[in-house]
């Protein structure tokens, strides 16, 4: 953690990191009944905030949740204090911690919020250039993917599994049909046209992704939010992933496959192009 991100939020204190301390009856410790958010920061300014807390919102409603924090505030607060600039703000939201340990949903309990920011970790030179690599993994997660809960077991070990096949994400499907990524949003170009996945409780609403569409369309891209199975990855021109810290990254193999001519095809260079500059100016 660099110096410049000690400090963070605990409860309506700002503290360093290595003093913020939890109660082990924390519910999100004991069954990952939190959400969470991660918003990107440019040069000081929060990318996309409204969307981010709105699905925050969405979030915290879906689990029954109730939260009365400025949000915002916050996310202002903890940039000037860590130093501006460039930046991921983490952001988790936990039932509380009730007396005991029972599954039900306790009544007036006073939620535990927790924030920090990080470094933002910019695409090695390799992803750039060369692209990253993907494996599809059946989509063995919850049914109620578009909370963005704390509870990612699931998706660290889907992660992992595409880890242990030695690329950088896993793709998930369903029955036939692609969902996302295990940490990100999937995109393909088919046929000249930009598509992905259209939104259902099997996967995240991405504020990313919504972005990338918007700078997509202003270059002259069709977009549709439209399925996509797996047969038609694989034969895709193009595949991409997106999320608030990957930004928007080429994928050019996919199970070992070259994915077009296994480089970085010409409709994510404009793109990413215009998303880097988009993201400073917004």
């Keep these: 953690m660099s110096k410049r991100h000690q400090l963070c939020f605990l409860n309506g204190e700002l503290l360093p990191l290595n003093e913020a301390k939890v109660s082990v009856l924390d519910r999100s410790f004991l069954f990952g009944d939190g959400v ?59 039932r509380g911690t009730p007396g005991e340990r029972n599954h039900l949903i306790p009544n007036d309990i006073e939620a535990t919020v927790f924030a920090m920011t990080q470094d933002f970790p910019a695409p090695a030179e390799r992803m750039l250039e060369n692209g990253v690599t993907a494996t599809i993994c ?25 880890a242990d096949q030695d690329t950088d994400e896993a793709i998930l499907e369903r ?83 070259a994915v077009g001519n296994g480089l970085p095809g010409p409709l994510w260079k404009k793109v990413y192009r215009a998303f880097q500059i988009a993201k400073r100016t917004h």
């Design 36 to 94: 969470y958010e991660v918003i990107p920061v440019y040069d000081g300014q929060p990318f996309v905030l409204d969307a981010h807390l709105q699905r925050l919102a969405n979030s915290l409603a879906a689990v029954r949740m109730r939260c009365d924090l400025d949000f915002a505030d916050l996310v202002a607060q903890l940039i000037e204090q860590n130093g501006g600039g460039d930046m991921a703000i983490y952001i988790q939201v936990s």
């Design 138 to 162: 059946e989509d063995s997660r919850w049914q109620q993917c578009h909370i963005k809960a704390t509870s990612l077991l699931a998706n660290v070990l889907l992660r992992q599994q595409a």
């Design 175 to 257: 029955d036939g049909m692609i969902t996302e990524g295990a940490s990100s949003t999937v995109f393909a170009v088919i046929d000249g046209v930009l598509r992905t996945p259209e939104d259902a409780p099997t996967l995240l609403p991405g504020t990313t992704r919504d972005r990338v569409i918007a700078v997509a369309r202003d270059q002259g891209i069709e977009v549709f939010n439209q399925g996509i199975s797996k047969t038609e990855l694989y034969q895709a021109d193009e595949v991409w992933i997106s999320s608030a810290l990957r930004e928007v990254l080429p994928v050019t193999r996919l199970d070992g496959r």
